[in-house]
């Protein structure tokens, strides 16, 4: 799931840097992405105790995003 994420987040960046924060691609990608985290967060939040590997390669992912629009 980390592995789609990751692949929508590049998709909607590449969007956005192409066609604008606003195109109609880049809000259904970001969309989509929602979508995703969502459902990670609530996978995540059912079992017991989130694996380390996995808390830090999706904070790693959080932290990437603004770095791109600097």
């Known amino acids: 799931m980390l592995e789609a994420i990751k692949m929508k987040r590049e998709l909607m960046i590449t969007c956005a840097n192409k066609k604008g924060f606003t195109s109609e691609e880049t ?3 970001s969309q989509e992405l929602d979508v995703l985290i969502n459902e990670y967060h609530k ?3 059912q079992s017991p105790e989130p694996k380390e590997e996995i808390r830090f390669a ?3 992912m959080v932290m ?5 629009f600097v």
Request: glycine fraction near 0%.
């Open 58 to 60: 999706f904070n790693q």
């Open 64 to 68: 990437i995003w603004p770095k791109v």
């Open 27 to 29: 809000i259904k990608y």
């Open 43 to 45: 996978v995540s939040s």
